[in-house]
């Protein structure tokens, strides 16, 4: 499969963690947000700019398998990458490692779907976006 990465370093804040110390399930959502985000910005398609042409990408499918505990102050390395599809839709994978440790402490995807204004499912991959595909330097899985 053809695919863009991107990595970038997060330091894991008090409010991040749970009454154990460790990091909230929930937390990692975000951590794959900020992947997104990151990524998104990088190779020229930004939250932004999905915004400004009226792109609505809203996720219909999350799943994320823990590894290790992630305490506060551990550093994380979050890669993030999208694949290329055929389909009307946004594929992502997700690795968290804790730096801070040494070890794989999480793995993630999630799906997105294109849809109208009126939140309605769109079959076809938008043209602009189609565009912005078609001009990446995609590796090869």
């Known amino acids: 499969m053809k695919y863009i990465e991107n990595e970038i370093y997060l330091n894991v804040r008090f409010s991040e963690v749970d009454s154990l110390g460790i990091v909230w399930h929930g937390n990692y959502l975000k951590f794959f947000e900020d992947g997104r985000e990151s990524l998104g910005l990088i190779y020229g398609m930004s939250y932004q ?22 305490k506060f102050g551990d ?25 801070t440790t040494g070890q794989l402490s999480a793995t993630g995807s999630t799906t997105q779907v294109f849809v109208n204004e009126e939140l309605e499912l769109q079959l076809f991959t938008p043209e602009v976006f189609e565009e912005w595909k078609n001009s990446l330097d995609w590796k090869e899985e």
């Open 49 to 70: 700019e999905l915004y400004d042409k009226r792109l609505v990408v809203p996720i219909v499918d999350t799943q994320i398998s823990f590894k290790s505990v992630v």
């Open 75 to 99: 550093k994380l390395k979050l890669v993030t990458r999208f694949y290329k599809q055929k389909a009307a839709k946004l594929h992502y994978k997700y690795w968290v490692y804790n730096e």
